[in-house]
């Protein structure tokens, strides 16, 4: 008999448990039902249901676990998931929850269930992977081949079972958004139980596989990002809850965030994300998907600052938006980039948000959508996505469905002119067009716009192209040709957008971290970003449960591993960081005048200023911590407007040496010379990283009689 209980069984118990809780007006109302329903179910013996099988998987527990056994005696809640599921990560702060309120001894135990939707979610070490991605902490069961998901006649993810002591069917929520019940459901079950002594406080043996997992510069890096113009490159290290900025030889410049999740504003040194994916990076500011925290926060560099843009900070339902963007509740955003709406430039940061299966805008400066009205700057609005979990393409962009779009890629050029979009969950790439909005397929899945299950590892024309939950699109200008890291089949892969003909560029097909100079033969594990650079010559890739960045040379062909290093390795000197102009000081940074000095014509003025660090910190090689004199009151006192130069050393004071004017034009104008000083240092080996900015204001008392000689001015700043 217990083999055949099932939850079709407790679904029409329940139902009258649901509707009763809805009409009952208070928590005491509640609880009094759900002890009567839980006294009601104890009198039934046909509600048991079968054991884990024998053979299975087990992660997070030192040996297998038995409903009859390690489990007899607990309140059991048997989570149904499958890793990539959005639905699933959502209710994971709910589990965290429950394991925080009530312990094992207490008498609660979780299992998570794991019954794989793609064939590369059935493999036990990419599970294992995601445990540790997600922080899972309770124990995880691999069911393989679903025997108990179809035993139980469960029928989507998330599904939640609640079993009693004695392994018999309590309760069931189907999907996210039940964490109220979810509570009352446990808190009463547990009371229940408790006061009739059923109830054990033994062990079950827990053994968290993060525990015996080594430390690493990267924890499953989930996007990469690069500006051309500054030769930089932002990299989300999701695992570490922090930002890098990076050179594109690969020397640390800034770490924003980390080790911990938080969410926390301000400076760079104090700033916290929770699992960051997507990140945009145009000059000194940084544009950051803050996935569990449901916000998109800004870094600015310049500023040493990070603010949050949009989200409240919990995960919102909204699927219209309209609000000012930190009043406007947002759901999982995984991916941004920027992009320009009613033809003004960078007005507005894109953005992939796979809570409700929606592409989103976020108005950077006023504009407008294709189909929409005006928008003032901050404001945060869905653009295209009905909100429904479907593959569905549309001329009008609110009526088209995507499944937790998880990668964009701008190609604003003609004849292109759209946004390309991992639609992950229907494992298509899909194009949505900048002037109208009109929704297409591009490669993958199929027409039918309610299968979900279209996958698959084939290179082909549009439809027969076949992905497995691509993360990741990267847009190459030059060749008109975009890129797909195809994370599930472990490979990247290249499409002719004019021909919608996909095919495999690196990769087995199997995962690995193998490097080499065949792209055949390298290996990737479930890459998760991608970004092209060098004019289209280079393609990083974040390698995501490799915990690894990987260089693809589209040259010479060869895959090579991208360093993050805080020491400079290299023996060939790179290009020069330092500005061409002065750049712009951060609101924050000191300003000191001077008294003022008297000079002549045609002198040298020096200033010496000697620069003190926070103890232990040094320089952040091979960043643009540099140097800028430039002129006040009297443009034509130096040969040019600004003069620039490198900052690689503190330990001696730093000189700079500028000859006035032979012939100084309004010489009592009170003119007066700046010395700007910009500073990258890094703390704590490497874990904290900023940048400092201070300025000095030398007025000059100039005779117009020429002189000879050097005037010294003598500065000194703390940092």
């Known amino acids: 008999m217990a083999s055949q209980c099932s939850l079709s069984t407790l679904f029409p118990i329940q139902s009258q448990l649901d509707y009763d809780l809805d009409d009952a007006s208070t928590q005491r109302q509640k609880q009094e039902l759900v002890h009567q329903y839980l006294k009601q179910l104890d009198e039934r013996e046909d509600l048991q249901i079968p054991d884990f099988q024998s053979g299975l998987e087990w992660l997070n527990v030192e040996a297998p676990l038995s409903l009859s056994k390690e489990l007899a005696g607990k309140v059991v809640l ?11 990560m959502h209710i994971l702060p709910d589990l965290h929850q429950l394991e925080k309120l009530h312990s094992i001894k207490d008498g609660l135990v979780i299992v998570g269930v794991h019954s794989a939707k793609f064939p590369n979610e059935k493999v036990l070490d990419n599970i ?24 139980l006649e469960v029928s989507c993810w998330p599904t939640l079972v609640l079993l009693g002591p004695r392994g018999n069917l309590l309760f069931s929520l189907v999907g996210e958004g039940h964490r109220d019940r979810l509570m009352l459901f446990t808190d009463s079950a547990l009371r229940y139980y408790g006061e009739l002594g059923q109830l054990k406080s033994h062990t079950v043996g827990i053994k968290l596989y993060r525990d015996s997992v080594p430390a690493s510069i990267l924890s499953f890096p989930g996007k990469v990002a690069i500006d051309d113009g500054s030769e930089r490159l932002a990299v989300a290290d999701t695992g570490h809850h922090r930002v890098l900025v990076v050179t594109s030889s690969g020397h640390l410049l800034h770490v924003i965030g980390g080790p911990e999740s938080g969410r926390r504003d301000g400076d760079l040194s104090e700033a916290s994300f929770n699992s960051p994916q997507g990140v945009a990076i145009k000059g000194d500011i940084v544009y950051v998907a803050d996935t569990e925290n449901h916000l998109i926060r800004k870094i600015d560099l310049t500023e040493g600052r990070v603010s949050t843009l949009a989200g409240v900070g919990a995960q919102g339902t909204d699927k219209e938006g309209g609000a000012k963007g930190p009043q406007q509740p947002i759901s999982s955003p995984w991916d941004v980039t920027l992009g320009t709406a009613g033809g003004v430039e960078d007005n507005v940061l894109w953005i992939a948000m796979a809570g409700t299966h929606q592409i989103w805008a976020l108005f950077l400066a006023d504009g407008k959508l294709p189909k929409g009205s005006e928008s003032k700057a901050g404001t945060c609005v869905r653009w295209a996505g009905s909100g429904s979990e479907e593959n569905r393409n549309n001329a009008y962009p609110h009526k088209a469905g995507f499944a937790q779009p998880s990668g964009l890629a701008a190609a604003p050029e003609e004849p292109w002119s759209c946004l390309y979009v991992a639609d992950s969950e229907s494992s298509t790439i899909r194009t949505l067009a900048l002037k ?39 847009w190459a200008t030059e060749q008109s040709l975009l890129y797909v890291a195809d994370s599930y089949n472990h490979k990247i892969k290249v499409v002719d957008p004019k021909a919608k003909q996909c095919r495999t560029l690196a990769g087995t097909g199997e995962a690995g971290d193998a490097l080499g100079p065949d792209f055949n033969k390298s290996c990737f594990n479930e890459p998760g970003g991608i970004c092209v650079g060098d004019g289209g010559k280079l393609l990083y890739v974040a390698d995501t449960n490799n915990h690894q960045v990987k260089v693809l040379d589209l040259v010479s062909k060869t895959v090579s591993l991208f360093h993050v290093t805080t020491d400079s390795t290299d023996s060939v000197s790179t290009k020069s960081s330092r500005p061409t102009k002065a750049p712009a000081l951060p609101k924050s940074a000191a300003r000191k005048e001077m008294p003022p000095v008297a000079v002549s014509a045609g002198q040298t003025v020096t200033m010496s200023l000697t620069v003190s660090l926070p103890e232990g910190a040094k320089l952040t090689e091979e960043a643009p911590s540099c140097w800028a004199l430039s002129a006040e009151g009297n443009e034509l006192l130096l040969d040019g407007p600004v003069i620039t130069g490198d900052i690689v050393d503190l330990s001696q004071p730093l000189c700079v040496s500028a000859r006035l004017a032979a012939a100084v034009k309004e010489p009592n104008s009170s003119p007066g010379l700046t010395l ?8 704590d080996a490497g874990k904290a990283c900023m940048m400092k900015a201070a300025s000095f204001y030398q007025p000059l008392q100039i005779s117009a009689i020429p002189g000879e000689g050097e005037v010294t001015v003598a500065l000194a700043h703390a940092f």
Not at 136 to 150: G, I, Q
Not at 445 to 462: I, Q, S, T, W, Y
């Open 676 to 683: 700007g000083v910009w500073v990258y240092y890094c703390t």
């Open 128 to 151: 294992r992977s995601a445990v540790l991605r997600y922080d899972v902490r309770h124990p995880v069961v691999n069911d393989s081949e679903a025997s108990l998901w179809h035993q």
């Open 436 to 474: 109208d909005g009109a929704v297409k397929l591009l490669v993958g899945g199929e027409r039918d716009p309610l299968n979900l299950f279209a996958f698959g590892d084939v290179d082909g024309k549009g439809v027969e192209a076949k992905l497995q939950h691509p993360l990741g699109v990267a």
């Open 78 to 88: 048997l989570d149904f998931f499958t890793y990539c599921c959005i639905n699933c």
